[in-house]
Each structure stands twice: as structure tokens, then as C-alpha cells.
């Protein structure tokens, strides 16, 4: 067993209701890379914590008085990572326009809420090792620096690209790198001309398709799902 200590993010939890807040708590407190520094049960008191405790994720109801949850993302958009946790569904759209990173319905169940930290810890982990890498684009060559080590990959190794927010993961049979350019950036270089887009994700190499549906893309056996604006666009390939 592995002695290295689990790598710590903070956290804050916003819920005017105190049953719901405990809950949130409780759970969270299952994770050992989450440190919750406070629970509140009011928006404004959130800001005013803040302002000397800075976390690294929020975990916040809607509909609180006020101020609600999604006026609360706005004025601290600068903390890395939010998941929102409400009976309201119905604010699901607005919420993602505000880089929420998840949406947990109430009451929450314990398996959507695992599946909601797994996805928050892999993105704060990526987020702190993608600070540290730099991309160099070529021809057909891409430089990664990470710290003091350059690592040369040539561009037919990448299998596709996934966004992750501001970031970029470069997926190659052996192993992931991160960087910090979106996704976006990255396909408007000539570099990355080979590649489509099949979902807001996810862009994939051509010639490494091996098998398109309605619903997923097949490459080097992992699927990955096709976002219906890119549908058009990959029913060229088949012609």
C-alpha cells in the first residue's frame, strides 16, 4: 500500500436547508481528498469566508434567500470547481453557463454523489498537473514540458482529444497528457487538422475510427459519444 499522503482540496457547502446541508456534509466527508472548511447555510456568509478562505470547491444549493447559489457561482467564479446539489432540475442549463462541473438533484443518492467526486477529484488533479505542462506544436510533433522533462510525441500516437473545461487531454494508446489550452484552440491549429469533432468533448483522429453509430464513435476499442450538432460532419466520413 502506497504511503503518499492523499492530496488535499478545500471545500465550502451552501445550503439554507440544515438537514440537506448535513447530508451534503456527511457525504463529503467520505472523500479523503476533500477538506470541508465550512458550512453555511447563507450565501452572503459564503462571501464573507471567502474572502480570507479561498476554496478550491463549492458545493451549493439554488434556491437560498438572499442569494441564490447561481449568483453566488457568479461572484466567485475564480474558485476552481463547483457542483451544484438542488431539487430543481429545471436550472440545469443556466447552471453549466457558469463552469459547473456537476448537477445533483436532491435527495441525493450515494452512488451519483461517488460518481460526482471521482469526476471532481480527476479534474483537480488534471487542473494541478496541467499548470505545470507547457505544449510546443510542430509539423507532426508535439513537445510536452513537463517540469524540467521534454516529452516528444508524434502526432500519430494521439488517438483524440477530450476537453476538461480550460484544459485539454491528449489521449494516446499509452497514457494521457494534459495542457492548458481548451479544446477548441487546439483543433484551430494546423497541427491538429487531422482530427474531427464528434461531440463538445471530444475530437477524435480520422484514420483511428473504426466503427461510427448514431450514439458513439469507436476508437482503438473505447467509445466515445457523438454530440448531435457534430452528426453531420461524420456522416461525410461514411461516404
Known amino acids: 500500500m502506497s504511503n503518499n499522503p492523499v492530496k488535499k482540496f478545500t471545500c465550502v457547502i451552501a445550503d439554507d436547508d440544515e438537514i440537506d446541508r448535513l447530508t451534503t456534509l456527511s457525504f463529503a466527508k ?8 465550512g458550512c453555511f447555510a447563507a450565501s452572503l456568509d459564503v462571501l464573507d469566508f471567502v474572502k480570507t478562505n479561498k476554496p478550491d470547491v463549492l458545493l451549493l444549493d439554488i434556491e437560498m434567500p438572499g ?4 449568483e453566488l457561482r457568479e461572484q466567485l467564479i475564480d474558485v476552481p470547481a463547483c457542483i451544484f446539489v438542488t431539487s430543481f432540475p429545471d436550472f440545469a ?33 488534471i487542473r494541478q498537473k496541467a499548470a505545470l505542462l507547457d505544449l510546443t506544436l510542430g509539423a507532426d510533433t ?15 500516437e494521439v488517438l483524440y482529444l477530450e476537453a476538461l473545461k480550460d484544459y485539454t487531454s491528449i489521449v494516446t494508446m499509452n497514457r494521457k497528457y494534459c495542457v492548458l489550452s481548451s479544446l477548441g484552440n487546439l483543433l484551430m491549429e494546423k497541427t491538429f487538422q487531422a482530427f474531427i469533432r464528434i461531440h463538445r468533448s471530444y475530437a477524435v483522429q ?18 466515445l459519444p457523438v454530440g448531435r450538432t457534430y452528426k453531420e460532419s461524420l456522416d461525410l466520413l461514411k461516404i
Open 93 to 125: 442549463v443556466e447552471s453549466f453557463e457558469l463552469s459547473v462541473l456537476d448537477f445533483l438533484i436532491k435527495p441525493i443518492k450515494a452512488d451519483r454523489f461517488e460518481k460526482a467526486m471521482h469526476r471532481l477529484e480527476d479534474y483537480l488533479l
Open 206 to 223: 480520422k484514420h483511428y475510427i473504426k466503427k461510427i453509430t448514431a450514439k458513439e464513435v469507436m476508437i482503438n476499442n473505447v467509445s
Open 67 to 70: 442569494m441564490s447559489g447561481l
Open 30 to 37: 467520505l472523500y479523503p481528498f476533500l477538506q470541508v472548511t
Open 142 to 156: 508535439l513537445f510536452i514540458k513537463d517540469g524540467h522533462e521534454h516529452i516528444k510525441i508524434q502526432l500519430h
